[in-house]
């Protein structure tokens, strides 16, 4: 499987920073699926958003996680005698 990140920070005002994430996770097969005879689970994109404020010491930090909301599937069993995933 493939994982990728990327990101992009904007100093929008002196103390003020707007950050945007994007993780790709590519498909693969199920755990215990030893011979890829399952479906693959899908690959996805997830899209994230942080706006930062920093002062002397202080730090505040404001996060979206998964700005589009999207339900993905944290881990995936292969089932060999129903021989189907199970999520």
Same mark, same amino acid.
């Given at each position: 499987?493939?994982?990728?990140?990327?990101?992009?920070?904007?100093?929008?005002?002196?103390?003020?920073?707007?950050?945007?994430?994007? !993780?790709?996770?590519?498909?693969?097969?199920?755990? =215990? =699926?030893?011979?890829?005879?399952?479906?693959?689970?899908?690959?996805?994109?997830?899209?994230?958003?942080?706006?930062?404020?920093?002062?002397?010491?202080?730090?505040?930090?404001?996060?979206?996680?998964?700005?589009?909301?999207?339900?993905?599937?944290?881990? !995936?069993?292969?089932?060999?005698?129903?021989?189907?995933? !199970?999520?």
């Amino acid at each position: 499987a493939l994982t990728a990140n990327w990101g992009v920070n904007l100093q929008c005002l002196e103390h003020w920073n707007l950050q945007y994430t994007v !993780t790709y996770a590519s498909s693969l097969y199920a755990s =215990d =699926d030893l011979y890829n005879k399952g479906e693959k689970v899908s690959g996805y994109w997830l899209n994230n958003i942080a706006l930062q404020y920093f002062f002397k010491d202080i730090s505040l930090n404001f996060e979206i996680n998964n700005i589009l909301n999207r339900h993905y599937a944290m881990y !995936t069993y292969y089932d060999s005698v129903a021989h189907a995933n !199970t999520y």
